[in-house]
């Protein structure tokens, strides 16, 4: 017999007779490894909780549902709403295998981004195959970044940016700061034949995350995908936001008006103002400076820590191929931006953040536009410590 029919076989059993007395009395017409098998089916189909998923997850508390699914049960409902929109999520039943719930894909998919468990054992968690879990984390997680990513990373308007800066100020006097920039490394398995590629400073293996983020901690851009081995200065020259400011200036972003902050691994540019750097002969003045420069660019990486923390996946992604690595990175990112809109708060925080704030030379003085840059700091060293 065929592993099909052997299945189907434990299924009937166990449906219409006892198996236990049934497997006994046709053991003369099955081979010791079809009993085997058989023996196997009937076992797996009954050693999972005798409760469905959708029950035992309602009997939630609102806290216990918070801390197990890393949001609350009214942004659940948010989410829900918003996934909705796209119908690939939502399959009808065409007589054939029940699929999945909407609602059990997305519980499912929150579950795997917020713990660090298996496949295998978040498919017993669920009673579902592993294979399973596996395609229902993959739908989700496209839809996060295909449908959702445009919607909930975005990058301010004019008026927002009034809102914004207002946030950035407040902490060290900084006028006109809409977002702080860095670089931080994810932890992924990498294929033997690719761990140079991966492999960062510290020499543990590595895909690169650049974000931008507001005094909120809410990403406004996210680049994502660069192996560990890769520098932060590189990413940003590869990135899509120094394209724009290449190709289209900086009010096109900036509205000839407001700039980033970044640290020393950065270039310094008019639209991005990096610290001064220190060779042992740095003034009172600049050192009191890039203290406030600090201050003020501390929300990056809050921002880092607060991602790892709710979406603890990230702390080491485990994943059989590579290339997926990156949208599990950004659907993790927009589900922290949907929480914090949400004003769902997580006081769970990673302070162990790897971040990359090296200096390269060779990179960023391929950079143009420095020496507008260098004037721009020293007009801000002025107001801020005349």
Known sequence: MDEVTISCLGLLLQEFFNPAEVIDSIDFCLTNEDYDLLLINLIRETHFRSIWSEDWINKFTARDFHKLFRMTQDTYGNLLTALSVNSELIKPYTRRNKPVSFHKKVLISLWYYGREMSMHAIGNQ????????????????????????????????????????????????????????????????????????YTNRKMTKSIIVQAICTSNKIFTNICVGYPGRVHDARVFKNSEIFSIMQN?????????????????????????????????????????????????????????????GRWRRLLY??????????????????????????????????????????????????????????AKRDELLNILVP
């Open 248 to 308: 289209e200036g900086p009010s096109s972003l900036f509205y000839d008006k407001y700039y980033l902050l970044g640290d020393s691994a950065y270039p310094n540019l008019s639209w991005l103002i990096t610290p001064y750097k220190n060779y042992g002969n740095l003034s009172a003045r600049k050192r009191k400076w890039n203290y406030f420069h600090s201050q003020t660019r501390v929300d990056i990486e809050l921002s880092f820590g607060l991602l790892k």
């Open 126 to 197: 669920f009673y579902t195959a592993t294979s399973t879990v596996i395609i229902l984390v993959q739908e989700v997680t496209d839809c996060l970044c295909n449908s959702m990513a445009k919607k909930f990373i975005t990058w301010p308007n004019i008026k927002e940016c009034t809102i914004i800066e207002e946030g950035f100020r407040v902490r060290a006097n900084f006028h006109n700061v809409i977002g702080a920039i860095d670089g931080c490394h994810i932890s992924v398995k990498v294929p033997s034949s690719e761990q140079d590629s």
């Open 317 to 374: 992604l485990n994943v059989t191929n590579i290339s997926r690595a990156p949208n599990i990175i950004l659907a993790c990112c927009v589900l922290h931006n949907f929480c914090l809109v949400n004003d769902d708060e997580l006081d769970e925080i990673v302070n162990d953040v790897q971040l990359d704030n090296t200096s390269q030379t060779d990179i960023q003085n391929a950079i143009y536009g420095t020496e507008s840059g260098n």
